[in-house]
């Protein structure tokens, strides 16, 4: 088990602040946050590259803070890659145990078994410049793994690919860990791979966790608005009073099955959110009276920002939806949801 | 009619290729007169003579040791100074440089002090090291070892430092690390500056007239020639030097990047 008591680190415009977090046997932990939240920086100092300001890394309750990064056991695995230019990928692959004195047979018998486990057996004798950008990342997996690392480090590993590579390689890893059965670190901004991969989220944002949670939990309650909007949760609304399912928010009562007491927070779909240019009667509990303020067009939807005084909305409406309502900026729609479209937290 | 693009003359390309042209002119030009003006009996008779001939090889060889024997202190050094950040690592630099700064008779004179026969070294073994081919090769990688290690820092901060930072992680010790990853990348600038430091050996004439003026390096032949016989005896064995080295240095430069092309491509 790793565990990051209190590490804190400046270098430059990174920094990371009394961090503390346990990753478990096993366990795929994805570390997701903006770029520039120190996120890299802690994976250095994990790995034995860089020595914090202050605090302890401890695997299995052992100190291994000042311990060097060979003898860690602690594989990393780089969004560049980092291959070696000058070893075909067959030595690229060997180079760990090769630094170690393992002998050649153990060393062949590792080297077919990931090659094969990664798809890779037909590129052992190329070089990593003839290789396309999926390719690398594999040899680099592989090189990572063939060390048997008590822990994998990836530091935005899949970030650099197209998006069909990505999401291949995506399914790839969570495949791959699980059969190893080995803990990972993986470190991204991409709350999709995070959701895919993880046994377990830690949110970093401005050099420390925020919140650990698996996937499920973190989504369903987020600990704060901030940790909302980075999860890409929107209709991020604080609510002032609550009585008997009906929450008081912006001067608005909004009716969310939901909600209960301990509740601070609540969230809207922008995709269950109804425009019409009249009232209509229907089982949906929550109807406002908006002004359009702004209409935005995103790929395959239009998101339309209302406001109702001063409750602020956003609904996000197809092309088609838009054409046959014919709202304008500056006029006036009626937004509708559900109670059970609004989420509490 | 009037023409759709009219022709603009390029006057700034045309400025810069111009003084461009004026220093390499500057250069070719004195080198190429004195070969034309040599004859090729001349030169023939140069290369048969024993005396000219027994310089040409000291002088090569002397260089040759001083690049060598600096290459194994010098390269560890440059990797320190590329990868480490230390108090007075701009102290260091500078006295890197220091030898391209002084005036090489200056260098001479400097080092007379340390192994010349009033230096301690000299009383101790009872005699210097002037005279000697040792001395000239000390002279030599005294006023050259910049250039060696100046080519090999550049070479190892070009390789990334990631690259060293994985192989350490996968487990290797620094010193596997070194060797394996650092210096073969770093390999063709290396090789540069060992070259540079090489050929800046072999031209040299300030310090090692002070060091020993027998045995006779070439440089210092083409002196005492141009003194007690005059320019066309001097100028024969100058342009035997210059064919040599260019030959010898087109040939390693050659070489060296056949190899790392392999290396990189194969």
Known sequence: MLELCSISKTLGQFSVSNLSAEISDGEYFVLLGPSGAGKSVLVDIIAGLMKPDKGRVLWNGRDVTCEKPESRGFAVVYQDYALFPHLT?????????????????????????????????????????????????????????????????????????????????????????????????????????????ADRIGVMLQGTIRQSESPIDLFRRPSDPEIAAFLGMKNILPITRYQEGICLVCRKHIYASSAN?????????????????????????????CKVMEIERLNSVLSVRLVSDELPLTALITYESFSALQIQVGAEAYATFKSSAVHCF | ??????????????????????????????????????????????????EVVQSVKLTITAAFCATVVSAFAGIPLAYLLA??????????????????????????????TVIGRQSFLGRTLGTGLTGTAAGISIAMAFVSLPYLVNGARQAFVSVPKRLENVARTLGASPSYTFFTISLPLARRGIIGGMILMWARGISEFGAVIIIAYHPM??????????????????????????????????????????????????
């Open chain 1, 89 to 197: 990928v067959r030595h690229n692959i060997i180079y760990g145990p090769k630094a170690v004195g393992i002998s050649l047979k153990e060393r062949d018998t590792r080297l077919t078994s990931l090659a094969e486990m990664l798809g890779i057996e037909h590129l052992l004798s190329r070089r990593p410049e003839t290789l396309s950008g999926g390719e690398q990342q594999r040899v680099a997996l592989a090189r990572a793994l063939i060390i048997q690392p008590k822990l994998l480090l990836l530091d935005e590993p899949l970030s650099a690919l197209d998006i069909n590579t990505r999401l291949k390689l995506r399914k790839d890893l969570k495949r791959i860990s699980q059969q190893l059965n080995i803990s990972v670190l993986h470190v991204t901004h991409d709350t999709e791979e995070a959701m895919v991969l």
């Open chain 1, 261 to 289: 007491r301990s509740s601070a927070y609540m969230w809207i779909k922008p995709e269950e959110i109804v425009i019409s240019k009249n009232a209509f009667d229907s089982s949906a509990r929550n109807q406002f009276k």
């Open chain 2, 1 to 50: 009619m009037k023409a759709i693009h009219p022709y603009k003359i390029p006057w700034f390309e045309v400025i810069v290729s111009a003084l461009g042209s004026l220093v390499i002119l500057f250069i070719v030009a004195p080198l190429i007169n004195m070969v034309l003006a040599a004859s090729f009996a001349d030169i023939t008779q140069a290369a048969r003579d024993v």
């Open chain 2, 83 to 112: 990868r480490k950040n230390f108090p007075g690592r701009s102290l260091v630099l500078a006295i890197i440089d220091l030898p391209i700064i002084i005036p090489h008779s200056a260098a001479g004179i400097a080092l007379l």
């Open chain 2, 217 to 266: 390096t070439t440089p210092v032949m083409v002196f005492q020639r141009f003194n007690d016989f005059g320019l066309s005896y001097a100028r024969s064995v100058a342009v035997l030097l210059l064919m040599i080295c260019v030959g010898l240095f087109a040939v390693l430069r050659f070489v060296s990047n056949v190899k790392s092309e392999n290396q990189t491509n194969a």
